[in-house]
């Protein structure tokens, strides 16, 4: 009874310490969130299935002030992860429904490992990005706030994941669509400490490119900029390194560092090329009960 009131208290300490952080940090979390939920994605994947379902947390991340910046800042934001029996996940903003999983057996005569093939649907919100974010945005307005539809196939051997990812705004955010292809390896997989690191791409439509990294008439006008129309492609390499160490069964430490090197029409964008930077680096650690 006792154990399970402490239990009980700390839960709701971590959960009102996580909402008062959120209110207070609102417009951080808004600057980072979309970064934010891939990186923690990385990280806690590196759990044991099964250890717990749900997790809260918080701690600190050093990242670009928007997607280009050449300036960074700490921001404080909370993690709140779901998991229920590999079939819906939460992370944050964004949701997975794991609609098909296909099981492969070992081929015979191999020592190699089957592998199981992961296909859904996926919901996630993109806060876009506001002008006041930072003054190398200044006259450049604001990106709003975008509900993106999509779908993601996985495909999981016991230290490999392959996946990609495809969305689309339906809310008239960004307007665009969006696909993300990364690769994980584990490199250690301890009873309490994981290591891994992954690379990856991510590319845009049109659309999605001119809201973020095109320069219209007005925007040129207001900023000095020269106009830009970028087109659809790939905007973007990355890679990373991901580590956790399980402390008990209820807590666990996770910290990340993560790369991101601008390319293509991206790479050509004023807003880029004279105010920001083709080079973005980030790192967050975070400390997270589960249960």
Known sequence: MIRARIKNAVILGLSALALTTASAHAQDFERIGTSLTDTLQSAIDLLPPGVNDVRVGLGPGLY??????????IHAVPVVSLRYRDLVEVLNNEIRVTAFNKLF???????????????????????????????????????????ELGAFVSYLLPSDRFRARIRQDVAGGHKGATLQLDYTHTFIRAERLSLSGSIGAMGGSAAYMKSFF?????????????TYRPKTGFKDVNAGINGSYIISDNWSVFATVGYKRFIGTV???????????????SASSFIVYGF
């Open 105 to 147: 057996a070992p081929a015979v005569n191999s020592e190699k490992p089957g592998g199981s093939l992961r296909v859904g649907p996926l919901l996630s919100l993109n806060f876009g990005r506001d002008e006041g974010d930072s003054p190398d945005l200044t006259g450049m307005g604001s990106v709003g706030t975008s509900i």
């Open 214 to 226: 095109g320069v219209n008439v007005i925007q040129s006008a207001r900023t000095g900029l020269p």
């Open 267 to 281: 790479a050509d964008s004023p807003l880029i090329r004279l105010r920001g930077s083709k080079n973005n680096v």
């Open 64 to 73: 670009p002030d928007f997607e280009g910046s050449r300036h960074s800042s």
